[in-house]
Every structure is written in structure tokens, then in C-alpha cells.
């Protein structure tokens, strides 16, 4: 009996883990301001007809806090690797030198910090969503063992725990961000 309790157990707190590192793929999708490669971690190259990441095309660097570099390893690809930055849509204008695509990341402005921290606001809140949807699965799996109302209403509060202990790590997750983003 107790080892269903801690596979329940166990499978909530792998859930949840997943949704922080989900959140954390998220939060590094939200620039705040320093240029960095992961701003291009979503851009998908045509390349020999399947969409392939950027990083497999091409070295991708930050010569300063305010430029991305992308040196493909096929010249070729440059008008490709152009189209998908564009393509990705998020707020940046390439420009090429013929070896390489230049792309500088504008400094932040006050209001467009605000936006952005409203953002990650709003996917931390998802995280938190996210979490609960964990603690309610398992109190689901957990009723339909049969054992003990003492022994469940111990392992629900155990779920419960497990769900404040990722709400909390949520929250400073998001307070780093913010910090990351008003940041000038």
C-alpha cells in the first residue's frame, strides 16, 4: 500500500518539477535587455527542406550586451537564417555582412520592462496553475486507494506540502526575473 502512495508522491513532485523547468524555458524566452543566445532558441532555419534550430546551422554568440552574431556554417543559409529570426516575430531586425547575421537587441524602455514583467507575471501564475493541476491528480489517484481516512488525509497533506514547496520556488523564480527585467 504505501509504496502507491509513494509512487502518487513521487509522480506529483516529478509533474511539478517539469512545470518549473518548463518555466524556466519560458522566462529565458523573456529578454531583459542583455543580449543573449537563448533569444534565439525558439528560431527554426529552412535547411535542405526540414525545419531545423538555429544553434545547428550556426554559431551563435554575443559579441556585447546588445548584439547577437549568428556565423553560419553554410554561407548560403544567411537569407534563410534572416527569414527565420523575422519569421519567429520576435522584435528583431538582421542584417547581414555577408559572413555573418548581425541582429541588434534594442535597449528596453520603461513601459516595454512593465510589459515584460506583466508577462512573466502571467507565466509563473500558468506554472502555479500548472502545479495545483499536480496536487489535484493526486489527491484523484490517492482516492481511489483504499485505505485509511487517517493515512489519506496524511499523504493529502503531504500533497499539499509538495504543492506550497513549488508555489513557493515559483515565486522566486519570478521575483529573480523581475529583478532581471527592471534592471537597467
Known amino acids: ?44 532555419v529552412e535547411y535542405y527542406g526540414s525545419l ?15 548584439t547577437l552574431t549568428v556565423r553560419p556554417f553554410e554561407k548560403s543559409l544567411i537569407p534563410e537564417i534572416e527569414k527565420a529570426i523575422l519569421a519567429a516575430n520576435l522584435g528583431f531586425n538582421p542584417s547581414n555582412n555577408g559572413e555573418s547575421v548581425i541582429i541588434n537587441v534594442p535597449i528596453l524602455t520603461e513601459e516595454r520592462r512593465r510589459d515584460l514583467a506583466k508577462q512573466a507575471k502571467a ?31 496524511n499523504t493529502e497533506e503531504s500533497i499539499q506540502q509538495l504543492t506550497d514547496q513549488y508555489v513557493v520556488r515559483i515565486d522566486k523564480m519570478l521575483a529573480e526575473k523581475e529583478k532581471e527585467i527592471m534592471t537597467v
Open 1 to 44: 500500500m504505501n509504496e502507491e502512495i509513494d509512487f502518487i508522491l513521487d509522480t506529483a513532485k516529478e509533474a511539478m518539477e517539469d512545470t518549473l523547468s518548463y518555466l524556466g524555458k519560458q522566462f529565458n524566452n523573456i529578454r531583459a535587455g542583455k543580449a543573449s543566445p537563448l533569444m534565439l532558441s525558439t528560431v527554426k
Open 52 to 66: 531545423t534550430p538555429l544553434n545547428q546551422v550556426g554559431n551563435v554568440s554575443t559579441p556585447d550586451a546588445h
Open 123 to 153: 507565466e509563473a501564475e500558468d506554472a502555479k496553475v500548472g502545479v495545483r493541476n499536480e496536487r489535484k491528480n493526486a489527491n484523484n489517484d490517492l482516492k481511489k486507494l483504499d485505505i485509511s481516512e487517517d493515512l489519506q488525509r
